[in-house]
């Protein structure tokens, strides 16, 4: 398979992270980022050597960035703690808020509760810094207020190279807000193989790559999940291969360009690639999750028989309401972006619950050689389906034990 290679070297790869991380500097986001909501913004921090730091947020109202609507500049403090308990790999940072500034940017401004002092800045109580592509990850913003538990697409340092979204977002302040050129819509096509760009964290200690391959003839779709116990994925825990069906629905009213889909699950395999995962699912009794006592290492299961894994919480068929948006990276390489999942691991199985923002993009493999290979550049880190929920639960049961 063409996403192999690609997966390979990502399993490979050498990462240099700073713990704790020195984040002294001025870091800036390199696109118009979503945040659930939907929120539109851009982001300009800067990081001072005493500790303080002072934080532009700039908020738009369209998903490309080119109609500001409100800026942030919030003013405190953060420092290092020690070593995240919820994400390894990660900093825990305690964070004081002295002043936040808000200037309206049109007639009317309706800022949501995100200027309140105690949420504003709760994204530095988690950080990583890895040096080898200059990035900062700074934690996740929930609708849940809840803890960060993953990271938001990374900062870039503002003297990035070839980041032409980084010179303008680094340049801007309070009364001038980086507008962004408004983008042809692209449109949402899955057909093909879709790969992880990175090593991806989720909510509930969990890394993971994620290779998604869409038929669109047949409307079906095939899912492989490899999850991993540390943040470079290294160390394999356990696999998980899900199938299904997928429909297309209508276009997003609250993102323009997305669209939004519906996804069922209706196969799945899993594969403990670990000791400890081995003897945690054969633990599981009667018929729960795949035939009792059963499991070995490396050897796969299929679970479809027993609807799922009763015991981690995972039924078959199952269902999910999703949102697709298409990008392009600074390469030209086509990307796919799908929702990002409720913090709390639970899923979008109702479509009241359907994302308004989005997990880390996936990249479209090669074809054959006729797209040109590139030298493989890691970018942001994201998200799962269904299966989302077996996996917390297994690492759940991890910690227990
Ligand atoms: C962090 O880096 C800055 C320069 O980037 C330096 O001035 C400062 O002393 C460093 N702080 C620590 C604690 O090493």
Redesign the pocket.
Known sequence: NRCHSRLKQLHGQQVTVHTPP?I??HWVSNSCEVRPGPEFLTRSYRFF?DGSFQALQFYYQDPDCSKPSYSLLIRGSVRPLRASWLVRGGTASEVHVSRVQLRCLQTACDPPDTPAPDRSMQELTLMRLELRAEELFLGDVHTEHAQPAGYQSPLRSAKAERCGVCRIVSSADLHHPPVLSARPERPVRLQGDWVSTRCEVRPGVLFLTRQLTFHEDSQTWTGQYEHFSDPVCRHPTFSISASGRYSRGAPSAAIGGAVQFTFTVTHMTVTPMDVATTSLLNVFRGRECGSEGSWQRGVPQDVTSTSGCAALGVRLPHTEYELFRAGQDPSGHSLLYNGQRPSDGSSPDRPERRPTSFQPPLIRCSRGGREREQPFRLSAGGGSNALHTLAAALVLLHTLM
């Open positions: 020195n002294t500097g050597p």
